[in-house]
């Protein structure tokens, strides 16, 4: 009978990769952020299923609007162009600040651990800058409001979608509570503090023999993320590759208006490795068709990267349900978040 038809159908996901047994799914996210509880359930499941299976999905209508994003890739390439020395002046200090500008070449995603036992010497070629929550004693953030107008905006805009991001990444952990069959609001209090990196990134553009002469340079080495989830908004040039199943790369392909999650190391920690920390890099981007440029040139390439984090002061162990006698033991032993950021951060410059 018509009255026993739910009032709506929700179709959460499609799919927007499927190569070498990597599949990665698009996931509509509003039935989650405004939908019935059926809706909300449905949604978590599929990104719960997406984080076990490939560690990587894509979220559309999360929330952020487009303005919004295109304006913050605005200001990141404008305080890019700016005089090296003025970037060289918001400088990154330690890994416990984990703040300020990192110039082209000082960073090396690929740790000796990371590739095979081989140790990869080529610096990435990348420069970034890296924003952390505000108000946090002895670590400030590096602005560039005391140099011009440009500067304060740079800070208003940036703090402004710093804030947004953690709203989000407070509902991904939510629907990844509902997901493992937790209260929805079971990580609520592991990750309130925002305790988070926005990291603007800039790959500088790179004649192609660049890569010929060196078949070990990449614009980000491959590696895995370090936190719970990192939301990664991409410009349109590509270049970002995840590893599959069958050990090749497989291209993450830039979707408009979709934000890319992928699952970090501490969230596999967390889950007893029921979710997917996937490896994953940069390389040289394909041509964009139509586009006007040197042929032997490869493009600048801009992202945002969102790295969430639970809170630094937070105990991590082996959550409820992914550990006991029917399933297996808790593989890890407890950590602070803190402790662990700081010594996977120690290992890249």
Known sequence: MEGNLPQHQCHPASTAVDKDDLVIPIIDFEPFLNGTPADKHEVAMSVVGAFK?????????????PSVVSRVFGSSGRFFARPQDQKDGLCWTTPQANRGYVKTGLEKLSTPDDVSGDSRTTPDLKETIEIGREGVEG???????????????FKEVMLSFFDMCKSLHQEVMR??????????????SYVDAGDNNLRLLHYPSVHKKVFEQDPSQVRAGEHSDYGSITLLFQDRRGGLQARSPRGTFVDVTPIAD??????????????????KSTRHRVVEPPKVPGEEHDSDIYPDRYSIAYFCNPNMNQFIEAIPGTYGEDICPAKYPGITAGDYLVQRLTATI
């Open 175 to 188: 629907a990844i509570a509902l997901g493992m069959n937790l209260p929805e609001h079971f990580f609520d």
């Open 258 to 275: 979709t934000v890319v999650i992928n699952a970090g190391d501490l969230l596999a920690r967390w889950s007893n490795d029921t979710i």
């Open 139 to 153: 670590h400030p953030n590096r602005w560039p409001d005391h140099l011009d107008d440009e500067g304060k905006d």
């Open 53 to 65: 299976s490939s560690g990587f999905l894509y979220l559309k209508d999360h929330g952020i609007p």
